[in-house]
Nanobody, 125 residues
Framework: QVQLVESGGGLVQAGGSLRLSCLAS????????MGWFRQAPGKEREFVAA????????YYGDSVKGRFTISRDSAKNTVYLQMNSLKPDDTAAYYC??????????????????WGQGTQVTVSS
């Protein structure tokens, strides 16, 4: 069992930045690809970014490409999502996921094995 705890969400003005963190409670963190998804009220969960187990491969959703950066620190069992140039459309609950069967990462939320509780990001105009 892997527990994931997100942090770093909050209220920010458009154009601002936030960094989300996701701490994984597992001794085998390096075996998991990690991903970030988001969900706004009334909308489906949307792929944001993913990173392979080694950190050598990263993927981004079209709406965040060039603005968000995913990274991981295996020594700290943590994956990060640096979000720059935030827009009101980025407002959502952000969730991190861990996938053991997709070591290179995945854009599909049903390929993730574990999820955190989410952290809210609100971007004001």
């Amino acid at each position: 069992q892997v527990q994931l705890v997100e942090s770093g969400g909050g209220l920010v003005q458009a154009g601002g930045s936030l960094r989300l963190s996701c701490l994984a409670s597992t001794r085998t963190f390096r075996r998991y690809a990690m991903g970030w998804f988001r969900q706004a009220p009334g909308k489906e969960r949307e792929f944001v970014a993913a990173i392979s187990w080694s950190g050598g491969n990263t993927y981004y959703g079209d709406s965040v490409k060039g603005r968000f950066t995913i990274s991981r620190d295996s020594a700290k069992n943590t994956v990060y999502l640096q979000m720059n140039s935030l827009k009101p459309d980025d407002t959502a609950a952000y969730y991190c996921g861990a996938a053991i069967s997709r070591p290179l990462g995945s854009r599909w939320y049903d390929e993730y094995d574990y999820w955190g509780q989410g952290t809210q990001v609100t971007v004001s105009s």
